[in-house]
């Protein structure tokens, strides 16, 4: 019994691992031309040229797919380009308005003078109606 709970999944894994290989070795098929060899993509239909260079196969795309796939890196380049500048342009202009907005230090000093008075007059009514009432401590209730 303990048998079968190992054998059973253990064939299915292998028949999973031996499909997935025989699909990846029957997706490229080669094909032998005047200049080297001609790779196709069964799946994408993409195709490559590959050349044999000291006992290696080397192979490029072809040229049309070349060009559609510069194609799309310049347009993608233009694109992170244009990003890049709208990132600028709007960190510069938001530092601009946080700034802006910022007191200078000459107003921070003119508002903390003004504080400084405010509560010097206060704590100078507090000691005066200290003095009033005669020094005593209003008692409060505990609730």
């Known amino acids: 019994m303990r048998l079968q709970h190992i054998l059973i999944p253990a064939a299915l894994v292998s028949l999973v691992a031996a499909s997935a290989y025989s699909e990846e070795a029957d997706r490229y098929?080669?094909?032998?031309?005047?200049?080297?060899y001609v790779r196709m993509d069964t799946q994408t239909g993409a195709m490559s040229i590959c050349e044999e260079h000291s006992g290696q196969l080397v192979c490029?795309?072809?040229?049309?797919?070349?060009?559609?796939?510069?194609?799309?890196?310049?347009?993608?380049?233009?694109?992170?380009?244009?990003?890049?500048?709208?990132?600028?342009?709007?960190?510069?202009?938001?530092?601009?308005?946080?700034?802006?907005?910022?007191?200078?230090?000459?107003?921070?000093n003119t508002t903390m003078s003004y504080m400084e008075r405010f509560l010097k007059s206060f704590m100078g009514i507090v000691r005066d109606m200290d003095k009033d009432s005669g020094g005593a401590q209003l008692n409060s209730q505990k609730t």
């Open 29 to 36: 098929r080669l094909e032998k031309s005047d200049n080297g």
């Open 60 to 108: 490029k795309m072809a040229a049309d797919e070349r060009a559609a796939y510069q194609d799309e890196v310049d347009r993608l380049q233009t694109s992170m380009k244009a990003m890049d500048e709208r990132v600028t342009r709007l960190e510069n202009s938001l530092s601009a308005r946080l700034e802006s907005k910022l007191p200078s230090e000459e107003d921070f």
